[in-house]
C-alpha cells in the first residue's frame, strides 16, 4: 500500500490549493484519515481528520479556511484550503488507516504519504 500527497505549489497570500492524498495497492478500505503539517523549525502538527463515515475534526488556525473531504471509491482525500496565510507554509503530509489483506486476515495499519510542499508567500 501507497499513499501519494499531490497538489503543493506557490501561491500568494489570500489564495487556494487543493490537495490530494491517494491510496493505491491492496486496499480493502479506508478508515480514519488525516491532514498534518510541518514548517520549518516548527514541530509536526495535525492539520485536520476525517472519520470513514465523513466526520471531521480541525485544529482552530485552519478553521473556517480548510475543507477536508474523502471519496471512499477512489481511496482518495482531499484538503481544499482557502485564504492561505503565510503561516500556512509548511510540508503537507497525509495519513491514512488502511485495511488490508494481510498474513491470512484483513488488517489495519497506519500509512503516511511523501509530503508535498506548499509555499504561501507574495
Known amino acids: 500500500v501507497q499513499l501519494q500527497a499531490s497538489g503543493g505549489g506557490l501561491v500568494q497570500p489570500g489564495g487556494s490549493l487543493r490537495l490530494s492524498c491517494a491510496a493505491s495497492g491492496s486496499v480493502f478500505s479506508m478508515k480514519s484519515m488525516g491532514w498534518y503539517r510541518q514548517a520549518p523549525g516548527k514541530q509536526h502538527e495535525l492539520v485536520a481528520e476525517i472519520s470513514s463515515g465523513g466526520m471531521t475534526d480541525y485544529v482552530d488556525f485552519v478553521k473556517g479556511r480548510f475543507t477536508i473531504s474523502r471519496d471512499n471509491a477512489k481511496n482518495t482525500m482531499y484538503l481544499q484550503m482557502n485564504s492561505l496565510k503565510p503561516e500556512d507554509t509548511a510540508v503537507y503530509y497525509c495519513?491514512?488507516?488502511?485495511?488490508?489483506?494481510?498474513?491470512?486476515?484483513?488488517?489495519?495499519?497506519?500509512?503516511w504519504g511523501q509530503g508535498t510542499e506548499v509555499t504561501v508567500s507574495s
Open positions: 495519513k491514512a488507516g488502511v485495511v488490508t489483506w494481510s498474513d491470512s486476515a484483513f488488517r489495519e495499519y497506519d500509512y
